[in-house]
């Protein structure tokens, strides 16, 4: 196999689509924000594009016992209500600095073969804390980009993230601007230590007011809430183990 390969699986014409970008990443919110389109919206979804490479962990997945090379996929939606869009997900991002170069350039590239001129990549930003409220962070290529998103409840923090933006979603912008491209980064604030669909409830909210379309949020609640049972265990046991470390009178009077 070539070091990268783009498969056209299918072909279709948009209307001024937007690439929303949803891989793996912090709290995986991207991902959940992607999938959760595609599966809400999939009557009006159309596979379009396959993009393989070298630079993928060398796996296949296995679905009913049938396997697909790693890969990520670009899916073309026609929603009711709102703008086309061009879906990126995937199970995976790159495995060197190199690879997220080549693959954000294929990805780029797809873009502007079905003409989009916008981009919105997604992720979250980890406070290392179970948090209740959850704020969407922007960073975006142009200053002007910045009043229509704090409109919708986008907020740009000085210095924030820390560190900046790796990976694909922080080349999306940087390579993106010098192709052309008006991108856009929304990051969903997450404890960073589970899968978070709360965090990529907040995203999808943004996306929702700002591209138009209209999505039902239940199947996205009900994963919220089995995570949230997730945490009340671990909250319960990490109780007890504080209560083990506590030593009672006996044992002070034992060391005393």
Sequence with gaps: ?????????AETTLDEPVLIEGLPGVGHVGKLVADHLLEELEAESTLVRRIYSQEFPPQVTVEDGVTSLTCAEVHAVTPEEGRDVLVLTGDHQAQTNAGHYVLTDAFLDVAEEFDATELYALGGVPTGELIDEYAVLGAVTDESLIEPLEDVGVEF?????????????GLLLGLGERRGFEATCLM???SGYLVDPKSARAVLEVLEARLGFDVDYDPLDERADEMEEVIGKIQEMEQQQQAMDVPNDDDLRYFG
């Design 1 to 9: 196999m070539d070091e990268l390969d783009i498969e056209a699986v």
């Design 157 to 169: 923090r000085e210095d924030e993230p820390a560190g900046g933006i790796v990976g694909v979603s």
């Design 188 to 190: 969903g604030e997450t």
